[in-house]
């Protein structure tokens, strides 16, 4: 991760919005002729990948700011949730909002990510908990990967929570997934990936595998909230069943991080979400060093983490968790490109790839970090265009 080959006085040459050449400014520039292209100038820039959000909860109804503020005053994630609000709540406002109003604010929240460099997204549903509002989620999130550049790569999260008719018959509810949402979602084509909280009170181990057994028997890949409030060996269950990515993990244990590395998960580290719950950041270090490939993604949803800022993310990964600038970007590229994988098409920049490159102020990529907590994107560009550009807004 920290072999991020640098090219000092690079260039790109871009065709029908792919990578089709990357070199030093001579080599490129004694090979074409210049008047064939049009010039994006970044002189004294860095061009680094795109970044790639690859754990969101971008599509939801309402909010939770009174939450944020009872946390503020001393009440835990986990109280709130025992006392019915927290994921049940945004489950009832998203229920009650409409296609059109789900499309409106999650579009906001993607302009945003936009100007933090953002390219690609994961996006999940887990705020209807039944049939028709799962659905309109991910079809929320279809439509919107049709309307605007961020491209959105879709997760079922049916089981991301328990509400009160299903307590102490969680297993049904599993079942209820299982034959009617996961072959409709596979059959319609609106989701890649699954995904489910599994975790103390919420889905445990005996469920998760119920769920993950179907959903590997038709054929989705497969992603997991794990280890995230309690070590219940998530992670563990997570290598078990060969899933892309288990993500949070700020519970993991040494056990967990070994099977995933020998199995390939990716680990997905989400430091918005332990900074705003103020726990203990995930164990980056002891992770990268044992060799298990970590990404880095923001988590962004209405209650854990209301913050899709990439710049918090970058700080909070090298000062806290004590990630190199270097293994930074790759967690927030390739990395993270390869947990919703896509690994083959987006995250580097490389001959063949997609063209989805960020311009960055200053001439070299340790500012990125340097400037904490400020957005050092000054243009976006997606499959070959510029999507934003700093000075025109
Ligand atoms: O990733 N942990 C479970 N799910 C979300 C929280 C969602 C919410 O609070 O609305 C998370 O942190
Ligand atoms: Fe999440």
Known sequence: MNDIGVIENGSILIKNGKIIKIGTFDEIHSEVVLEDYEIIDAKGKTITPGFVDSHTHVVFGGYRADEYTWRLRGDSYVD??????????????????????????????????????????????????????????????????????????????????????????????????????????????????????????????????????????????????????????????AAEFGATSADHLLKVSDKGIEMMKENDVIATLLPLTAFSLKEEYARARDMIDSGLAVALATDLNPGSCFSESIPLVIALATLYMNMTPEETLAALTLNAAAAIDKADVIGSIDEGKQADLLIHEFDSYHYIAYHFGVSSVEKVIKKGKIIYDKEGC
């Open 80 to 237: 709130i949730m025992n006392r019915g609000g927290g994921i049940a709540s945004s489950v009832t406002k998203t229920r009650e909002a409409s296609f059109d109003e789900l499309v409106s604010s999650a579009l906001s929240r993607l302009k945003s990510m936009v100007r933090f460099g953002v390219t690609t997204i994961e996006g999940k549903s887990g705020y209807g908990l039944d049939f028709e509002t799962e659905m309109k989620q991910l079809r929320v999130m279809k439509k919107l990967d049709q309307m605007q550049p961020i491209d959105i790569v879709r997760t079922f999260l049916g089981p991301h929570a328990v509400m009160p008719e299903y307590k102490g018959r969680e297993m049904e509810f599993i079942e209820l997934v299982n034959k009617e949402m996961l072959p409709f979602v596979k059959e319609e084509n609106l989701a890649e990936f699954v995904d489910i909280f599994t975790e103390k009170n919420v889905f445990e181990l005996e469920e998760s595998r119920v769920y993950l057994e179907k959903a590997k028997e038709l054929g989705f890949k497969i992603k997991m909230h794990a280890d995230e409030i309690y070590p219940l060996g998530g992670a563990e269950l």
